[in-house]
């Protein structure tokens, strides 16, 4: 698998990672049978980067990758995880006692003396201009419980806040076929900067797989039930904040380029891969044949430029109305 480059962390990683949020929770229940055998095929498929964090099922998706490192210790996984919602949202519970606190839960849960990176789980707008915040992130990387930090926002403004900061090894944010704000000051900021980017919600919550119609329903517990209006926490983190319909009828003026030799989620990934600045993308999968899917991605042609042509037409047309001035 083709291999970036995060600068700061001074790591290289696959280009296709694994976002582990659906083994925890919040996407209907997946046993630990499940969650070992997406890990062990996405690894042997060339990933070597996943993300997770500590509220993914409370710390559960901590675990299954905590198990699995310690089943494959040869696996050389660089492990990404989260921290700061496990309280209610305010810029004073980002204290370094709280830090120290977080980040000594996800070391046990992962069984590491030093978590690989820490990212600030999209915190309040005020975390990110708070020199306090970004000393004791220092300090934890001076104490040797982490390697190196990043965060996780929700808007443009946020990452490049975070740019500025000399410390940040990485930036995560959403970016797919539906959400392309980023492209145009973020990206071109954190390559300048020699900050990762980490390329979340790449597939829409599964909009971008092509699989779905005005019939599809969801489990109670998954969020694309719960979240579509931002219920539970920011509605750009379900289907990126699209309108399901207006989703769909992107999905379906797209179908027609994906061809043969690809799917339409296979299409959505590589559009990802295929952007400037992008380190790495981290589709979520919930069984063992879709995590090979998705690492495939790495092989595939970039996308022609009539391809990213015609994604960005169908943004501009459909999709940018609803979301490009909101995050």
């Not at 976002?19 to 890990?39: I, K, P, S, Y």
Request: a negative charge; proline letters at 5%.
């Amino acid at each position: 698998m083709e291999q970036r480059t995060f600068t700061r962390l001074g790591r290289h990683v696959g280009v296709v990672g694994l976002g582990a949020w659906q083994l925890g929770a919040d996407w209907g229940r997946v046993d630990e049978a499940d969650a070992m055998a997406v890990l062990a095929a996405a690894v042997d498929s060339g990933v070597t980067f996943v993300d997770t964090a500590d509220v993914y099922g409370d710390g559960r998706s901590e675990q299954f990758i905590g198990r699995f490192l310690r089943s494959r210790p040869d696996a050389g996984l660089t492990v990404a995880t989260k921290m700061g919602r496990r309280v209610e949202q305010r810029p004073e519970a980002y204290t370094a006692e709280n830090f120290r606190a977080w980040t000594d839960r996800s070391r046990a849960n992962l069984g590491v003396d030093t978590l690989d990176l820490v990212q600030l789980h999209c915190p309040p707008t005020a975390v990110f201009a708070d020199d306090r915040v970004f000393d004791a992130l220092d300090a934890l990387v001076a104490d040797g419980r982490i390697a190196a930090y990043g965060v996780s926002v929700e808007t443009c403004d946020q990452a490049l806040t975070a740019i500025a900061r000399p410390g940040v090894a990485s930036v995560q944010i959403i970016l797919n076929a539906l959400r392309l704000k980023p492209l145009d000051r973020v990206l071109p900021a954190a390559s300048a900067a020699g900050v990762g980017i980490i390329a979340r919600v790449p597939l829409a919550s599964g909009l971008l797989s092509g699989r779905y119609d005005e019939h599809t329903t969801f489990a109670p517990d998954d969020h694309r039930t719960y979240n579509r209006h931002g219920e539970s926490f920011d509605v750009g983190e379900t289907f990126s904040g699209v309108d399901f319909g207006t989703g769909l009828a992107a999905v379906r003026r797209l179908a027609p380029l994906v061809g043969t030799g690809r799917t339409m989620a296979q299409f959505a990934l590589r559009w990802v891969l295929d952007q400037p600045g992008v380190t790495v993308v981290i589709p979520g999968a919930r069984d063992a044949e879709q995590a090979r899917r998705n690492a495939a991605t790495a092989g595939l042609a970039p996308l022609t430029p009539d391809e990213l042509a015609a994604v960005r037409d169908t943004y501009d047309e459909l999709i940018r109305p609803q979301v490009h001035d909101r995050w």
